[in-house]
């Protein structure tokens, strides 16, 4: 392409569809059906699976059958499936799964956090610590979030310094890669630019994942801008899949068949086939009865001869 | 935002929805249709608007009430209200009409202008000649379209200098712009890079336009990057509107709302606001019946109180 920007020679994709994006579903979604969409995942070649939340099943009732699904799951040493833990009950659920990887989120916004989980952003983080602890103790590594990294939907634009603050936060409780994410989807690229840069300041960018929503369509260009700052690390959801239960309308993760077609068209190996991709994306739309919102996906591209 | 990259202070918008949008529409819409559409792009504070082209009825049926739509449309001094001219004939018909200003069209890709107007690009510039310089004599100003300018669907990535000497010979013919077309969708911010950089150098920013199709989820990523590049013109299409014959399933031009939230989030001032536009978008998307692709329509973004 051009000799200017230099781009990571790979990209990790973390596809967290069966997880941020069927929690969001209104039909219900058959055990079988979730087991089928990841493994077609997993056969894709995605080496990363978020697969389900061990949230309280009143909260999330799409994700009830989290303990389930995860017995169910062939075991591989390909294929880390992960799985969110909201609490140390939640906690206790997922290490009787036999969960090799889990999740543990905040937010930046106190609002936020206090809506969601009744405590501050200080309060949260300090509630993760034992559960970090306690999951890392199990050999079970553990992954960081910061929801509303850059907008609120309660209280509008985050201080960024405030984000690299809890960054490093939840890396000191031992987390070994942080997902910052653009929640509501209404991040531009010059404000992932100066969030990141600020970021980079404080840990190593082979630590950070970006997780982006498209809600308003800036997904893409939020992706590429962090692919110049030398991000690899990307999380998405097959065909775009999920939303944001804050903003009405709003379309999910940023598709894994966008990020594919832009690593492809920059030359930066990912490991993982389209032609896959679709075939998870095309069962899992029949399974929600519409069409995912995946530009690349609506070209037809990947499909099998 | 940061403090690093320099926007333009303004960017003017070039609606091509009535024109690119609905030339590629399979239900017939109605005169009257057209008409609220435009008035209502026109409302919304656009004052470029493409809204028509003068090719024969038989080529593109969608467009056969050219004369006839020019003729209604409201006389003003702040809407430029432009037409696509493939040739004489249409130039003819164009200036019967009252047509202020005009856009004609050659690709880089010589199969792709072979495919539609049975000449290679050479040809096709030499063709725009005398078209162009009669346009000139009746007062019109002229606007030049490269299509193809990064990918060809027949042959594959475009050499970016031949793209700048095409651009080069368009202005020498008298244009006053050129609109730099990515007609598939398929470029990346990285080639948009490129071949900007090159274009930079045969021609000020000021003269250029770049109209980004979709199709693969690019079109933002790409506007960001030319905009990073001083880039202040950009062709959208309201909702999202259009599509391109060669590819299946493709979404069309970028959506004039996402154009916007882009630069209303980077404070860049367009004078276009967003709740004209939705109230376009919502009507014609009732008029071609389906729901138009633009994510930020999707999100109620814009709905008067």
């Given amino acids: 392409m051009t000799g ?10 973390v ?12 039909a219900t979604i058959a055990l079988a059906d979730k087991i089928t969409f990841i493994e077609r995942l997993a056969a894709a070649g995605l080496q990363d699976i978020e697969v389900t939340s061990f949230v309280h099943p009143k909260r999330v009732p799409q994700l009830a059958d989290a303990d389930e699904l995860l017995g169910r799951l062939p075991r591989t040493d390909v294929v880390r499936y992960a799985a969110l833990v909201p609490n140390m009950r939640g906690l206790e659920r997922a290490i009787k799964a036999g969960v090799s990887r889990i999740g543990v989120l905040t937010a930046a916004s106190d609002t936020f956090n206090r809506k969601n989980i009744n405590m501050n952003t200080r309060e949260s983080i300090t509630a993760l610590g034992p559960l970090v602890q306690r999951a890392l103790e199990q050999g079970i590594s553990v992954r960081g979030y910061v ?3 850059w907008i609120c939907p309660y209280e509008g634009p985050m201080d960024k310094h405030k984000v690299a603050e809890i960054v490093q936060e939840l890396f000191a409780l031992g987390v070994d890669e942080v997902s910052v994410g653009d929640t509501t989807g209404g991040a531009v690229p010059a404000q992932v630019e100066a969030t990141l840069d600020r970021l980079l300041g404080v840990c190593p960018g082979e630590r950070l994942a970006m997780h982006f929503h498209d809600t308003y369509g800036m997904a893409v260009a939020n992706t590429y801008q962090a692919l110049r700052m030398g ?6 959801a097959a065909g775009g899949l999920g939303g944001c239960p804050y903003a009405p309308g709003a379309s999910g993760n940023v598709a894994t068949e966008e990020l594919l077609y832009l690593c492809d068209r920059l030359g930066i190996e990912t490991g993982v086939r389209l032609s896959g991709i679709r075939h998870a994306s095309d069962f899992i739309g029949r399974v929600v009865g519409r069409t995912l919102p995946s530009r690349v996906l609506a070209t037809g591209a990947g499909t099998e001869a």
Same sequence: chains 1, 2.
């Fill in 4 to 13: 200017v920007t230099k781009f990571p020679a790979r990209v990790r994709i």
């Fill in 15 to 26: 596809e967290v569809g069966p997880r941020d994006g069927l929690q969001n579903e209104s």
């Fill in 147 to 149: 929801s509303t990294s």
């Fill in 231 to 236: 991000i690899s690390t990307f999380d998405s």
